[in-house]
């Protein structure tokens, strides 16, 4: 029991992070923060629509018990990526930040989907 509540508080955690990440990427030139941040990776200006679109599509991923792990292995894949263009353009800090958001999904794999009989 113990565990499904934890699972379900970890996915709602993801998929409100997937969906408010994924909206701001998409609007970001309404948060210049996130463009600076983008252009700091290394993240031309076309690629970013394309990243908005995969992190939309890991949050519903997430929602659907048949796709859920297909979703974590996604949204784990894309920490990692953000991970290592933070490392090549010397931003440790930021690729430190990102650790608990790494160990995130890979714990609900762990777990599994909270639903689930």
């Not at 509540?5 to 210049?32: C, E, M, Q, R």
């Not at 992190?55 to 997430?62: A, D, N, Q």
């Not at 796709?67 to 290592?84: E, P, Q």
């Not at 490392?87 to 650790?99: D, S, V």
């Amino acid at each position: 029991m113990i565990k499904s509540i934890i699972s379900l508080v970890l996915l709602a955690v993801s998929v409100f992070l997937a969906f408010k990440h994924g909206w701001d990427t998409f609007n970001y030139k309404k948060h210049p923060e996130s463009l600076k941040m983008m252009n700091d990776l290394g993240i031309p200006e076309p690629m970013i629509p394309i990243f908005a679109g995969l992190t939309l599509l890991i949050g519903v991923l997430l929602l659907i018990p048949k796709t859920f792990f297909a979703g974590n292995v996604l949204n784990a894949i894309s920490i990692l990526i953000i991970m290592a263009l933070a490392m090549r353009t010397g931003n440790f800090k930021m690729a430190l930040m990102e650790i608990p958001f790494l160990i995130m999904p890979l714990v609900l794999i762990w777990l599994k989907y909270p639903f689930k009989n």
